[in-house]
């Protein structure tokens, strides 16, 4: 289990998150429904057990915080012989999103989703995740539907990348820091 809290003086975030579960339960609670809703949603398609508790003064801070702090978390739960990459495409209703993702420490964001916040919320989980996130939006029309293709793609991808392997996915192997 990995715990993260980040707090500042616009919100306060709390994060446990068990990746590779089983039962990929989620207890969520952002005051926001939809934001709720969305990380639900990535908990269940990403294969991890998730409680999540966050409050914020702005809804734009709320889910950017929210966003850095869960990212933060699967950056931390993430094993250096995790698969690494991870790929799915999900159609919903009209809309028809495909991700993929990069475990491998490189962080980068690659998409546009009609809904600005979440557009924004995945830039910030791919950044503080140190992951390369691609999403493409095929078609879709109602920015609902387009959003929550984008979270089930990316849960998927990231279930397959955050898999368990037997083996470092890098010609650099493990990577070691040491910082004073």
């Known amino acids: 289990m990995t715990y993260v809290r980040r707090t500042t003086s616009e919100s306060d975030v709390t994060v446990e998150l068990t990746a590779r579960t089983a039962t990929p339960a989620a207890s969520i609670s952002t005051t926001d429904p939809f934001l709720d809703h969305m990380i639900t949603t ?67 964001w690659g998409g546009a989703l009609p809904d600005v916040a979440y557009d924004h919320f995945l830039r910030s989980l791919a950044t503080e995740a140190r992951a390369a996130l691609h999403v493409v939006v095929v ?19 990231m279930r397959q990348a955050m898999a368990d392997g037997d083996t470092v996915f890098s010609l650099k192997g493990s990577v070691t820091w040491e910082v004073r």
Not at 51 to 75: C, F, K, M, N, P
Not at 145 to 156: I, N, P, Q, S
């Open 42 to 108: 990535l908990s269940r398609y990403g294969g991890f057990a998730l409680q999540l508790e966050a409050s914020g003064d702005l809804d734009h801070h709320l889910a950017e915080d929210v966003a850095l702090t869960l990212g933060r978390a699967i950056a931390e739960a993430t094993t250096d012989t995790c698969a690494r990459y991870g790929e799915a495409t999900v159609p919903m209703d009209d809309a028809l999103v495909t991700a993929a993702i990069d475990l491998g420490g490189r962080p980068y």
């Open 139 to 157: 078609r879709g029309h109602d920015p609902h539907h387009v959003t929550e293709a984008a979270m089930k793609a990316v849960g998927l991808a």
